[in-house]
Every structure is written in C-alpha cells, then in structure tokens.
C-alpha cells in the first residue's frame, strides 16, 4: 500500500496511545519531560480552526510563541475533539529545531546525502543536503530535486546533562529557551537553495548511495530504476553562499548513467548495500527483486529475480552487517531474508502483519533488531536471533490506527526509532524506557495546574509530531544526532524533539568525513 499525493502547508505537535513491550536493551526510567505538547486553549470564541504554525514556502519557520489564554490541555489525535471556540496551539518548548519548506510538487520520498562538513554535528545552525522526487500532476513536470538548507536554527543543548540527576531539564523556560535560539542557533530563517533534474514520470522512491553520495537510485512509477550523478549539482550547492532563498529553480536536462527497464511492472523497494559500494536491490509490485552489482564504472543487473512472495514487493533493507543478506516486505503479509550466496529463493520467511507490509528498518546500531510498519497501524520489533525459535517478535505497537508509511531506527541511539502514518502523525519511540510510577508522580504533582496529561501514554512513547498532511517518509540525520526530517502531501519538515537524548559525547564539530 503505497501511492498519491498532492496539496501543501504544515503544523506541528507531540500526543498519547497504548502498546506492549518487551525488550532486552538496558532500560531506562521513564523521562521526566513530557512527551505530549499538543495543547488546546480557547483563543478566540468566535473562531474555531485548525492554526498551521508552519511556513510551507522555501523558507523555513519556527512555531508560533503564542500562549493560549486559559490553561491548556494536551490533545489526543484520534480521540479529542476539537470544539467551538477552541484552536491547537504548538507548544515551541517541545522543540529544540522546528522549520517547514516545500520544493514546490508534493514528493513521496526524498533522502538525505552525506556531506564533509562533520562526522557528529551539535552546534546550531545547521545545514543539511537532500535529494526529492516529485509526484506532478503531469509526468513531464516531474523532478528530482538536489538542495542544500543551511543557517537551520534551534537551541543548542548539551548532550550529557551537566547534573548527574538530570534536574536541569526540569528548570527549562520557554524565555531562556529563545533566548538560546537568538544567542547560540541563529536567526529563525533558513536559507533554501535547490537545483532541478527532469523526471520522466513521478519518483516513487529515491536513495543515495551511502559510500558515494553523489550517486541516487531512483524508481519511476512508469517502471524503470535511474541511476544517476549529482556531483556536479552537490558540488555547485556546496560551494554557494548562503544568500537568498530560491524558490523554484528551472530543471535541467540529464541523463541518468543507467536506466533498467527490466521490471515488469512500477514499485517503491529500493536500498543500496551500507557494506559494498554500489550493490543494490530494486523490487517491484509484480513479486520480483532484482540484484545490481557494480563493475568497472557500471553496473550489472541481474537476469534471474529472486522471488519469494505472492505480492508486491513494498522494501527492501540490506544487513548492516552481513554484506549478502538482505531483507524485503511485501503486500503478503510476509518479511523474507535473503542470501544472495544461496540463489534466488528466500533463506528465511515470516509471516509478519495480518495485513500488508509497508515498511522494514534494519537496526544499523543493533543488528539483530529488525522493525516493520503494516497497513493495518500496527508496528513490530523482531530479534531475528529468535527466528529459528519461531516467534521472533519482541515487542509489538498498536498506537496508529491508519497505514504505517514509514519507519527507521535512530542512527545514534540503539533503542530509538521514529514511525510515521497515514494518521497525520509522526511518532519517536525508546524502547528502552520503563515506566517509573515515583517519577509520574512527581511530574503530575508539578504539572497538574498546567497540563492534563492523558493516563495512557506508554512509557515507550517520546514524541508524537502533528500537523502535516498525508505524511509519507521520514529520514534521521545520521551526521546530526536527534534531528529527523519529514515529508507530506503539504511539503517537508525539519524537527528535534527536546526530550530526545543520545549518550554521544560532545563534539567540537572539527571532525571531517
């Protein structure tokens, strides 16, 4: 399940649920920072609307410092209404980083590049290199969009808290809190620059190669995977001053350095190896998966697929370390590993959702770890040490009520991932989190005259992020430890939640790729 977009503007926030777990990284005591920012408050009696806080132009924008005029109550999606005379408010203390940019048509899938500028990022401003594939409402207007977003503002925090207890994240202010954001992370306007590569055809899914970034797969709905270089437009990006934003650049024309028409049908599996450069698996929605391997400056694609389900291939995920196994999902119902050493049939099959499996994410940080999003709301954790065992599943999230579209593991912390859905939400989990009933009650006794928390919030819960529409992928930098970026029928996102941790040590950002 897959597929369509079109409109533009979002919103932001953090809300509730209900989930079982059980899990074997260390755990940790429930945070005291509360997860759920979403308030509600009465603004204005005679109006009653929903209030985007976003800008979905080029430039980017931080929520709003607006209070509500009477104490606020946290919003549950799904369950709440909201009534006559009543707005949602962001709560901006919830956010170390929040903007909102758009490229112009909405996109399905964009991703991250690896730049030079730093192994581990804290400092802000920030900037950050992406590839996008758009979905036009004529194929000819299609593109793919290479861009560079700097001067990306936000509070600067440290990563290991200066007390041992932790007590100096309950004595944040929201005064002290813009106060870092003028003084330490910039002004609030990011800079939006962007080159443009003709598309024939909306981009379904497109990747960077991790080892050579400048090199992105593509996959087009009129079934063909494009290889293709952008070292000219990364290169041209990289060396720009951060001037004025620019809007809607003319595309150029390009041609990809391969095009594989092999598929017999359009799909959205695609992943390049994180162990050998250049190897790639591309899977589509006639049950095939086929194997690309490099040689000498192209690649060979092979002539026989592995086919193993009954129904579209919906991802593909290479083994962070085992460098001929991979994993792949499918509208079956089942999630196949694979070893390309052992021919063309699954070494392994499960069957993992009662419904389609939309997404999988391979824990780069904990290798046995391997999560998968299903059209039914439902999400799972699996130890594939347990696989021969027959249930592999350690955990197990039933908080989403619509399709999962995408999901991935943090790339700096083990026990973190974040989960978006057709639901309109963005969700951050920490498996490793225990519920600490002395700590809950501690925090309500303090927060009880402010906020109304809601009783079933599971403590694996962090963050929960709202107001985009019809979200459909989400990336972690991995250069910039807590910062996730997101897209939408309404345009992209740029968010770090405050209550996101990592055990990472400081950095001096001197520390080049």
């Not at 799904?78 to 112009?104: M, R, T, W």
């Not at 861009?147 to 007390?163: A, D, H, M, Q, Y």
């Not at 963050?463 to 972690?476: A, N, T």
């Amino acid at each position: 399940m897959h597929k369509t977009l079109n409109s533009k503007n979002p919103l932001l926030s953090a809300s509730p649920s209900l989930s079982r777990s059980s899990f074997s990284f260390p755990a940790k005591h429930r945070r005291k920072k509360n997860p759920t920012e979403m308030a509600r408050g009465l603004k204005n009696p005679k109006k009653a609307k929903r209030k985007n806080k976003g800008s979905s132009k080029g430039e980017g924008s931080s929520s709003s410092n607006s209070e509500p005029s009477m104490p606020v109550k946290v919003w549950q999606p799904g369950v709440d209404k909201i009534e006559e005379g009543e707005e949602l408010q962001c709560d901006p203390s919830a956010y170390n980083s929040l903007h909102a940019f758009h490229i112009g048509w909405p996109c399905l899938s964009f991703d991250v590049v690896r730049d030079s500028l730093g192994l581990v990022r804290t400092s802000f401003p920030h900037t950050m290199f992406c590839v996008a594939g758009t979905q036009a409402d004529k194929a000819s207007l299609n593109s793919i969009g290479i861009f560079k977003i700097s001067n990306i503002s936000g509070k600067n925090r440290e990563l290991v808290p200066s007390t041992a207890n932790g007590s100096d994240m309950d004595s944040d202010s929201s005064d002290s809190d813009e106060d870092d954001v003028v003084k330490d992370g910039g002004s609030a306007a990011p800079v939006f620059q962007m080159r443009k590569v003709r598309h024939q055809g909306c981009v379904n899914r497109i990747r960077a190669m991790p080892q050579n970034p400048h090199i992105s797969a593509s996959w087009a709905d009129s079934g063909h995977v494009q290889l293709w270089d952008f070292s000219s437009h990364l290169n041209a990006l990289a060396e720009s001053e951060a001037g004025v934003s620019q809007e809607d650049p003319p595309a150029s024309n390009q041609a990809p350095l391969l095009k594989f028409g092999g598929h017999k049908d359009e799909g959205y599996a695609i992943d390049w190896s994180p162990l050998v450069p250049g190897r790639l698996v591309s899977g589509d929605c006639k049950n095939c998966i086929y194997l690309w391997e490099p040689t000498s400056g192209t690649w060979n694609v092979s002539t026989n697929p592995f086919v193993g389900h009954t129904a579209s291939v919906e991802d593909l995920q290479w083994s962070p370390t085992e460098a001929d196994v991979f994993a792949s999902c499918s509208v079956d119902g089942n999630i196949a590993i694979w070893d390309i050493r052992l021919g063309n049939s699954p070494a392994a099959s499960i069957k993992a959702h009662n419904a389609d499996v939309n997404v999988i994410s391979w824990n780069r940080l904990a290798s046995c770890m391997l999560a998968s999003g299903s059209d039914d709301g439902t999400f799972s954790i699996r130890d594939l040490r347990l696989l021969k065992d027959g249930d592999s599943v350690v955990a197990h999230f039933e908080y989403h009520k619509h399709p999962i579209t995408s999901i991935e593991w943090s790339p700096h912390e083990a026990s973190t991932l974040a989960v978006s859905s057709s639901d309109n939400q963005l969700t951050v989990w920490d498996l490793s989190l225990e519920r600490d009933e002395e700590e809950e009650a501690e925090f309500k006794a303090k927060t009880q005259e402010q906020v109304n928390a809601p009783t079933d919030i599971p403590p694996q819960l962090l963050f929960v992020h709202q107001g985009q529409k019809d979200l459909k992928e989400l990336h972690w930098h991995s250069q910039i430890p807590g910062m996730i970026i997101s897209t939408a029928a309404d345009g992209f996102n740029i968010l770090m939640p405050s209550n996101i941790e990592t055990a990472l040590p400081p950095s001096n950002d001197a520390q080049m790729i």
